[in-house]
């Protein structure tokens, strides 16, 4: 019953520091997201990967970098992390697209002070 | 970008109570999806529409997807302290169908 996993599930990080947001997923499903949700503001897309070695940037991509090198793995990596960075990062996979069952991580909670 | 509009923003009510709350837009959706999101979890699926004028139920929950497919609602009967979450619609598909455009959701408070 894993899913998707995402870790850690809470960091502090200090201005300027950089860390990766690490997802892994069972499913072998193809597509893969990551989204912000800020306080009142929905869920906003930052990078999408529709399969292994294929990733292209969302609504947000400043600030953050993907990979994509296996089925079950898409880790974000925050570059000199800023205060505008401080939400909640969720990672999320579909086996064909968003017309289909999107299913989501529990979260993680990034502060940057 | 197609922008979703949800209302009410916050809506507060004492179990036992009905409601509805409301997903707009001022383009058409391709498709359109409801999630609920607990706190401290992430969102998950309750329902996509795809059709005009589409209704779903899920048990006291019932979907409709307008006949224009700008807008859609959530109806929920005699709401439990259980169905307390954020309701998200979301939009997938125009020009691409890899990305979903969320709604800024629905705070749905019930009172036992």
């Known amino acids: 019953n894993a899913g998707v996993t995402q870790t850690p599930k809470f960091r502090i990080l200090k201005i300027g520091q950089s860390m990766t947001l690490q997802c892994t997923q069972d499913?072998?499903?193809?597509?893969m997201y990551w989204y912000r949700q800020d306080p009142g503001m929905g869920l906003k897309l930052i990078y999408y990967?529709?399969?292994?070695?294929?990733?292209d940037k969302g609504e947000v991509p400043n600030g953050y970098n993907v990979s994509r090198s296996t089925t079950e793995d898409f880790p974000l990596r925050l570059e000199l992390a800023a205060p505008s960075q401080t939400s909640v990062y969720f990672c999320?996979?579909?086996?064909?697209?968003?017309?289909?069952?999107?299913?989501f991580g529990e979260g993680s909670w990034l502060t940057v002070v | 970008t197609q922008l979703l509009e949800q209302s009410p923003q916050f809506l507060s009510i004492q179990e036992g109570e009905n409601l509805t709350v409301y997903c707009n837009s001022s383009?058409?959706?391709?498709?359109l999806q409801w999630y609920r999101q607990e706190p401290g979890e992430g969102p998950v699926l309750l329902v996509t529409?795809?059709?005009?004028?589409e209704v779903k139920k899920l048990k006291r929950l019932t979907f409709q997807f307008g006949d224009a497919r700008k807008d859609s609602s959530l109806h929920i009967t005699a709401a439990q302290p259980g169905d307390t979450g954020l309701y998200l619609c979301a939009e997938g598909g125009g020009g691409s169908n890899y990305k979903l455009t969320f709604g800024k959701g629905t705070l749905l408070t019930v009172n036992p």
């Open positions: 990967s529709v399969g292994a070695g294929i990733t």
């Open positions: 499913m072998n499903h193809n597509y």
């Open positions: 529409v795809v059709t005009g004028g």
């Open positions: 383009s058409v959706f391709s498709s």
């Open positions: 999320a996979s579909s086996e064909s697209g968003a017309g289909n069952t999107i299913y």
